[in-house]
């Protein structure tokens, strides 16, 4: 049987790990950020990013084709740049929007900038 990265290992009757938070601001707004080490780049749905205060544009993202484990690809509406603000520290990193996505994840891209 074929099983997603997380199931590796394990039976069904095992207990799933939870997944790990992180709250931060994102150009003003705080939100809960889920962490994947497995996730190339940051990403969020098109209904996290409308509600972001100062909202940047979006820039097209033609040439990196994302899909997550067992499903179809995910439709990519653009990327553009975001202020992380986490206690003190605050930073512009890139962040992409996708249509109808759920949880914002943290990507790889934003692990060490």
């Not at 992180?22 to 996730?39: K, P, R």
């Not at 990327?79 to 003190?88: D, H, P």
Request: proline share 8%; aromatic share 8%.
């Amino acid at each position: 049987m074929m099983g997603y990265i997380y199931q590796v290992g394990s039976s069904a009757k095992e207990e799933k790990v939870s997944p790990r938070t992180l709250h931060f601001q994102v150009n003003g707004l705080t939100s809960e950020w889920e962490i994947d080490s497995g996730a190339v780049v940051a990403i969020c749905g098109d209904d996290l990013y409308r509600r972001l205060p100062d909202r940047p544009p979006l820039r097209p993202e033609t040439s990196l084709r994302l899909q997550p484990w067992g499903e179809r690809s995910i439709e990519v509406l653009g990327t553009c740049q975001v202020t992380v603000k986490a206690g003190t520290e605050e930073i512009l990193l890139p962040l992409y929007v996708a249509k109808g996505w759920g949880v914002p994840l943290i990507g790889r891209n934003w692990f060490a900038p």
